[in-house]
């Protein structure tokens, strides 16, 4: 787990049903990562790519990693700076059901579409995590 | 009224096939890898035909077909590539019937949409391009008296285009008419979710084009869309959706140093200033249509007027009879002529507009009306549904701030004219925007200060073909329609002539 994020309350989690589609995936390919989209059609969507297609910078926020049994490396989940401002008052929890999916991510085939439910952190998670800085994609790390 | 009989039911005047395969070179092709995915109407749920599931293989089989084309292709005359664009628009209108059914019952959207809306406009949208190619000229600069500068248009030659499933027809219309005016061949790849209509009309017209100049690959995404996108062997790719997949688009250009055009979607503020409600005639009416644009193909559309922004002293009155015309709306088989609120594209859609719902309602919005999921009974019971929702609201929720695609409409309220330029630009978007006011100076004012490609004044969601067409901000980069886009698809060729038989005196 990253280390600027230890002892925190996590941003994000998954369920069991991506966790599973989350192990058939990397078998297939290997270290994965999420970046989540916004905008139109299928925007919104946390879309997942082996690690390294997808190139982060200094324009996107870790939000968290993904820590799941069989899966040697956390997957980490990506969100460009300018929503997470948006967006970081909200949980995040991926999901996978039944769907065409869209954009490049890996799932489209199986059948199934990785999605997000979102809920507002409770007020003690919001206390510890409100002045806490977040880490960019460029390596450094910023108070939002 | 009058309902249109399902395809695949007797009487129905749209018929698919079983099976489509990729369509290169002029002719069906079965996929390399012999593989096909189950193609589901939203309107029932149900799998109405299966599609090829492409991979690389078919798309360099597509590219080999566009090359082998493009430098015929490239050296037609414009008067030629005209008449073939209008050809194919009057193939269009003659069958335009047949075709919104069928587009209505691959995407969901009202049939009285397709057929007053989606299609003829792909129709004039053709004829436009058909008629802008043939009145472009390059231009001549005397540099000196025995120097010219010539500049000529040239096609790209091969471009990548992919298509979203909100219009299938028309957004890939919006992309195949300037680039097959300036005399590019296309490879083009369909969403997923929408991957037969526009082979539909392939079928229609097929016989009008020369092989290769347009190629259709289906797929999904990552194993079709991928590898155009980052092919060597296109000039320019071109993609309407969403931000990250935006974002890789541009990675991947940037490896083989094309040009994009992207088309990332907005969250469009719908902006009601006081003296709209001076007087309750026909203009107040057009307002209160104006607010319930939300609803048009069920909000899946790039430029949704999915914020309306209210002034203060008007606020809960223009509510009130705005919620009214919302509540008159007809929700229903979207093959019934009456219907003006269909089915969402599909199952994602679907739960991800639940989902918002529920983000909503957990951040203290208060639901005015709607926010469930719709179920019409018989065998629609298995469709995409989703009640017409208002939520009301403050700008910095997320239901403010991100593009739903669902008939989901958040209200605020603002009080003057800088408040309501700040909630206006407060959004990561800038594609869509609407201003509404009876005062020519307010609403350019407005006009001009909203950060957004498009502001619509005193109308909403017209989309001619020569208007411009494009994001500020996040929305992207480019534009689409008009005649400037055929910039965008060709490239500036210069003759720098020089009449002088005296040297320089250099060497």
Not at chain 2, 119 to 130: E, M, Q, S, T
Not at chain 2, 276 to 299: H, P, R, S, T, V
Not at chain 2, 454 to 468: D, E, I, K, L, Q
Request: hydrophobic share 40%; glycine share 10%; net charge negative.
């Amino acid at each position: 787990m990253s280390l600027t994020y230890l002892d925190l309350p996590p941003r994000i989690g998954s369920t069991e049903s991506a966790n599973d589609l989350l192990r058939k995936l990397t078998s297939g390919n290997g270290p994965l990562m999420f970046h989540q989209s916004g905008g139109c059609c299928d925007g919104s969507s946390p879309m997942c790519y082996p690690v390294g297609e997808f190139r982060v910078g200094g324009a996107d926020v870790l939000l968290g990693e993904l820590v799941i049994d069989q899966i040697e490396e956390p997957i980490q989940v990506w969100i460009s700076l300018e929503q997470f401002e948006y967006w970081k008052h909200t949980h995040i929890t991926i999901d996978a059901v039944p769907g065409r999916g869209g954009g490049f991510s890996l799932e489209t085939p199986e059948g199934l579409r990785f999605i997000i439910y979102s809920r507002i952190f409770t007020d003690v998670e919001w206390s510890i995590l409100k002045d806490k800085e977040v880490l960019l994609g460029n390596g450094a790390l910023k108070l939002v | 009224m009058s309902v249109y009989a399902q395809p695949g039911q007797p009487g129905s005047i749209a018929e698919f096939k079983a099976r489509y395969d990729h369509w290169i070179g002029g002719e069906y092709v079965a996929p390399a890898k012999g593989q096909y995915f189950e193609n589901v109407t939203p309107v029932t749920g149900r799998v109405f035909c299966e599609v090829a599931r492409g991979t690389a293989e078919d798309i360099e089989k597509a590219l080999n077909a566009a090359h082998a084309a493009a430098g015929a292709w490239g050296k037609t005359s414009v008067a030629e590539r005209a008449h073939i664009l209008n050809k194919i628009a009057d193939r269009v209108e003659a069958n335009l019937e047949m075709i919104s059914v069928a587009e209505t019952w691959e995407n969901g959207k009202p049939v009285r949409e397709t057929m007053a809306a989606d299609i003829p406009l792909a129709i004039d949208h053709l004829r436009y391009f058909a008629g802008a190619i043939r009145a472009q000229e390059g231009s001549i600069g005397e540099i000196d008296h025995d120097t010219v500068a010539y500049h000529f248009h040239e096609p790209l030659g091969v471009v990548g285009q992919i298509i979203p499933w909100n219009f299938p027809i028309l957004m890939a219309v919006w992309k195949l008419a300037p680039a097959l005016a300036a005399g590019n061949c296309v490879v083009l790849k369909p969403a997923e979710q929408t991957p037969v209509s526009i082979l539909f009309v392939m079928d229609l017209i097929a016989d009008l084009l020369p092989p290769g100049v347009i190629n259709i690959v289906n797929g999904f995404g990552v194993e079709a869309g991928k590898p155009l996108a980052s092919s060597r062997r296109v000039a320019k790719i071109a993609f309407t959706g969403e931000t990250t997949t935006g974002r890789l688009i541009m990675q991947y250009a940037s490896e083989n140093i094309i040009p994009v055009t992207l088309e990332l979607g907005g969250k469009s503020p719908n902006v009601f200033f006081r003296d709209i409600a001076d007087q309750k005639d026909a203009f107040y009416d057009k307002c209160l249509e104006g607010f319930n644009m939300f609803a048009l193909n069920q909000g899946e559309v790039c430029t949704s007027p999915s914020r309306a922004l209210i002034d203060a002293p008007i606020y809960d009155e223009f509510l009130a009879d705005a919620i009214v015309r919302a509540k008159a709306i007809t929700q229903g088989n979207p093959l019934d002529t009456d219907t003006m609120l269909g089915a969402q594209a599909s199952n994602d859609q679907l739960e991800k507009i639940l989902s918002y719902i529920e983000v909503g309602k957990q951040e203290g919005a208060k639901l005015l009306i709607g926010g469930k999921r719709v179920d019409l009974g018989g065998d629609l019971s298995g469709g995409f549904y989703v009640e017409p929702t208002i939520f009301e609201g403050t700008n910095g929720m997320r239901i403010f701030q991100e593009e739903i695609f669902g008939p989901v409409l958040a209200v605020t309220k603002f009080d003057g004219f800088e408040a309501a330029m700040e909630i206006a630009n407060d959004t990561l978007y800038g594609l869509g925007s609407g201003v509404w006011s009876r005062y020519m100076n307010t609403a350019y004012r407005a006009g001009r200060e909203i950060q957004a490609g498009r502001v619509w004044t005193n109308c909403y969601h017209a989309y001619p073909a020569h208007a411009a067409f494009g994001g500020y901000k996040s929305s992207g980069i480019g534009r689409e329609n008009h005649k400037m886009m055929l910039d965008h698809y060709q490239q500036t060729k210069n003759l720098l002539v020089s009449y002088s038989e005296d040297k320089l005196g250099f060497f």
